[in-house]
């Protein structure tokens, strides 16, 4: 009987990578994601164009504009001389952030009084406006801090920040882990979802029903080839990012991959019950995007977890991808053990139990 499944499973790996157009469906997106996530999926704000009307000629004035341009987020001043005009750059989207200095700042600053620049944001790019409005108002306050320290006044009050397990916030450690997390939904999924799609419609589905293998161990030839390609996926991105991004791990290399086993069964399994449901490749891709998009957008990779009503908490808790992507972050950047992986673990074999039944289960049905 093994050596009968272990031809199953050669047969399906031989079916996903013997097509041009399978072999591009699972290399390229790996390929593509590791050139376009680390540089174009960034919410850092860098090299944005910052306008400034600055009614005071002072010395202080001038000095914070030039602060200002010496940052790597505001490298392009533009200067304003008008209200309408700044209106205007703001209207047409040719700065993200605007500020404005009275005429009375300097002297305000000269004389210990509480100095005001107003800032105008842009709401429709609320958040990278609201991370540059953060980047000027940092600069403003180390400068108000420096003022009034060489003035022999009270110093106001500074919230010192240490940035834990990422000091210097660089956005690639964060991406690339959850780019693993990301592929290896992609293998899984894909290569399941299409299996049995692929069998019915090339017409070689009834030949598998009357082979000697059982229906699970169809299932189990089907999920191997699944796992083996997505485990390659996992490494290659894991290995890329620690070589070639430098991302740093602290973690343990055999926990990484206890972890994406897990959490591509229970991918599996889904990818199965997809493939059950449908009749042909085409409508078997269209489900696995269908689970894709949802799955992505309540794990609390686009927004935090914490945020979302308490029905979709629910429902986040019952994604795998939720899970993984903190087990994975947690060993790239925090060197998680087994203990602190288990939280997140058990969960993921919960899901594992859940959706391999349930994909056995339709299998069952639709053969039946």
């Given at each position: 009987?093994?050596?009968?499944?272990?031809?199953?499973?050669?047969?399906?790996l031989?079916l996903?990578?013997?097509?041009?157009?399978?072999?591009?469906?699972?290399?390229?997106p790996?390929?593509?994601q590791?050139?376009?996530?680390?540089?174009?999926?960034?919410?850092?704000?860098?090299?944005?164009?910052?306008?400034?009307?600055?009614?005071?000629?002072g010395?202080?004035?001038?000095?914070?504009?030039?602060?200002l341009a010496?940052?790597?987020?505001?490298?392009?001043?533009?200067?304003?001389?008008?209200?309408?005009?700044?209106?205007?750059?703001?209207d047409?989207?040719?700065?993200?952030?605007?500020?404005?200095?009275?005429?009375?700042?300097?002297r305000?600053?000269?004389a210990?009084?509480?100095?005001?620049?107003l800032?105008?944001?842009?709401?429709?790019r609320?958040?990278?406006?609201q991370?540059?409005f953060?980047?000027?108002?940092?600069?403003?306050?180390?400068?108000?801090?420096?003022?009034?320290?060489?003035a022999?006044?009270?110093?106001?009050?500074?919230?010192?920040?240490?940035?834990?397990?990422?000091?210097?916030?660089?956005?690639?450690?964060?991406m690339?882990?959850?780019?693993?997390?990301?592929?290896t939904?992609?293998?899984?999924?894909?290569?399941?979802?299409?299996?049995?799609?692929?069998?019915?419609?090339?017409?070689?589905?009834?030949?598998?029903?009357?082979?000697?293998?059982?229906?699970?161990?169809?299932?189990?030839?089907?999920?191997?080839?699944?796992?083996?390609?997505a485990l390659g996926?996992?490494?290659?991105?894991?290995?890329?990012?620690?070589?070639?991004?430098?991302v740093?791990?602290?973690?343990s290399?055999?926990?990484?991959?206890?972890?994406m086993?897990?959490?591509?069964?229970?991918?599996?399994g889904?990818?199965?019950?997809?493939?059950?449901?449908?009749?042909?490749?085409?409508?078997a891709?269209?489900?696995?995007?269908?689970?894709?998009?949802?799955?992505?957008?309540?794990?609390?990779?686009?927004?935090?977890?914490e945020?979302?009503?308490?029905?979709f908490?629910?429902?986040s808790?019952?994604?795998?991808?939720?899970?993984?992507?903190?087990i994975?972050?947690?060993?790239?950047l925090?060197?998680?053990?087994?203990s602190?992986?288990?939280?997140?673990?058990?969960?993921l074999?919960?899901?594992?139990?859940v959706?391999?039944?349930?994909?056995?289960?339709?299998?069952?049905?639709?053969?039946?």
């Amino acid at each position: 009987m093994l050596d009968r499944l272990a031809t199953l499973v050669v047969k399906e790996l031989l079916l996903a990578l013997r097509e041009p157009q399978s072999r591009a469906l699972l290399i390229m997106p790996v390929v593509l994601q590791l050139l376009l996530f680390p540089f174009a999926a960034s919410l850092e704000v860098k090299n944005a164009r910052l306008a400034i009307r600055n009614a005071d000629s002072g010395a202080a004035a001038t000095e914070l504009v030039e602060r200002l341009a010496q940052t790597r987020a505001f490298p392009d001043i533009r200067l304003i001389y008008s209200e309408s005009e700044m209106r205007e750059v703001i209207d047409s989207q040719q700065a993200l952030l605007g500020l404005e200095f009275p005429a009375d700042f300097s002297r305000n600053v000269s004389a210990g009084r509480p100095a005001s620049v107003l800032a105008i944001v842009d709401g429709r790019r609320s958040n990278s406006a609201q991370i540059a409005f953060g980047y000027a108002s940092a600069v403003i306050a180390d400068y108000a801090t420096e003022q009034a320290a060489a003035a022999g006044r009270p110093v106001p009050s500074k919230v010192v920040v240490r940035n834990w397990f990422n000091a210097n916030l660089e956005y690639r450690w964060f991406m690339l882990p959850v780019l693993v997390s990301i592929i290896t939904t992609l293998g899984s999924l894909i290569v399941t979802a299409l299996s049995i799609a692929r069998e019915r419609e090339q017409g070689t589905f009834d030949q598998l029903l009357v082979s000697p293998l059982t229906a699970g161990y169809i299932m189990v030839g089907k999920t191997i080839p699944a796992m083996i390609i997505a485990l390659g996926q996992g490494t290659l991105v894991a290995a890329a990012a620690v070589f070639f991004y430098r991302v740093p791990f602290h973690g343990s290399v055999a926990l990484l991959y206890l972890c994406m086993l897990c959490y591509g069964l229970s991918l599996a399994g889904i990818g199965l019950f997809i493939s059950s449901l449908c009749e042909t490749q085409q409508q078997a891709f269209l489900g696995v995007f269908t689970f894709m998009v949802p799955a992505v957008m309540l794990s609390g990779f686009v927004a935090p977890v914490e945020n979302m009503p308490l029905v979709f908490r629910a429902i986040s808790w019952c994604d795998p991808l939720t899970h993984f992507i903190v087990i994975v972050k947690g060993l790239f950047l925090k060197g998680y053990g087994f203990s602190l992986a288990w939280p997140n673990l058990w969960p993921l074999l919960v899901n594992t139990l859940v959706t391999m039944s349930l994909g056995y289960w339709m299998y069952r049905r639709r053969v039946a």
